[in-house]
Nanobody, 122 residues
């Protein structure tokens, strides 16, 4: 079973940037489509971005398009989310996840990390 670990969260002012990372502490996710999701307090978990196993395809939620960039180094089992021009509404716990499908639905993802907190102050 692949285990994922996120890092890079923290507190940042609005307009600032953060880079989230996701690594495999056990196993490999090199053949998975990988995604980022987030969950704010009192809200459902929502899709943020996904990337194909080969990095040839990416897709973003409208709310982050143009501000966030997803990338990966499959051979190294590393996934990233570069977040620029952060807004207070981006505050959430961010999760990396893997799936064998091309999907924005969290229930299609079979492997998940524990999450990293991102807080954006106004």
């Amino acid at each position: 079973q692949v285990q994922l670990v996120e890092s890079g969260g923290g507190l940042v002012q609005a307009g600032g940037s953060l880079r989230l990372s996701c690594a495999a502490s056990r196993g490999t996710f090199s053949t998975y489509t990988m995604g980022w999701f987030r969950q704010a307090p009192w809200k459902d978990r929502e899709f943020v971005a996904l990337i194909s196993w080969s990095s040839t395809g990416t897709y973003y939620a409208d709310s982050v398009k143009g501000r966030f960039t997803i990338s990966r180094v499959s051979a190294a089992n590393e996934l990233y989310l570069q977040m620029n021009r952060l807004k207070p509404e981006d505050t959430a716990v961010y999760y990396c996840a893997g799936t064998t499908e091309w999907s924005t639905r969290d229930y299609d993802y079979s492997i998940w990390g524990q999450g990293t907190q991102v807080t954006v102050s106004s």
